[in-house]
């Protein structure tokens, strides 16, 4: 059975820092995509940052590009999002998500989703 559970999330001050996790098991993660996504109240799921199976070719969306970053171990089969400089608008669920299919961002491309962890960014 694939599982993902995203830990790490809470309530921070805008310009703290976060680190989420996402411990995977149930499939071989090395052969699979990783990718985080998250969701405001009222809004659509969008895909926040992911790092590709093969390659571990990393994806970041405009607005979190040099304030984020994603990485993998392989080893401990988990995936790890540091985020700093955390703004208001970042508040939100954030969820993992996994696929077979390389080098994709496109959340109907993801099958397999963590429960989400809350992050609140306090303004």
């Known amino acids: 059975e694939v599982q993902l559970v995203e830990s790490g999330g809470g309530l921070v001050q805008a310009g703290g820092s976060l680190r989420l996790s996402c411990a995977a098991s149930?499939?071989?993660?090395?052969?699979?995509?990783i990718g985080w996504f998250r969701q405001a109240p009222g809004k659509e799921r969008e895909g926040v940052s992911s790092?590709?199976?093969?390659?571990?070719?990393?994806y970041y969306r405009d607005s979190v590009k040099g304030r984020f970053t994603i990485s993998r171990d392989n080893a401990k089969n988990t995936m790890y999002l540091q985020m700093n400089s955390l703004k208001p608008e970042g508040s939100a669920v954030y969820y993992c998500?996994?696929?077979?299919?390389?080098?994709?961002?496109?959340?109907?491309?993801?099958?397999?989703w963590g429960q989400g962890t809350q992050v609140t960014v306090s303004s």
């Open positions: 998500a996994a696929t077979a299919l390389a080098d994709t961002t496109w959340r109907g491309d993801f099958g397999s």
């Open positions: 149930g499939f071989t993660f090395e052969d699979y995509t």
């Open positions: 790092i590709s199976r093969g390659d571990d070719g990393t």
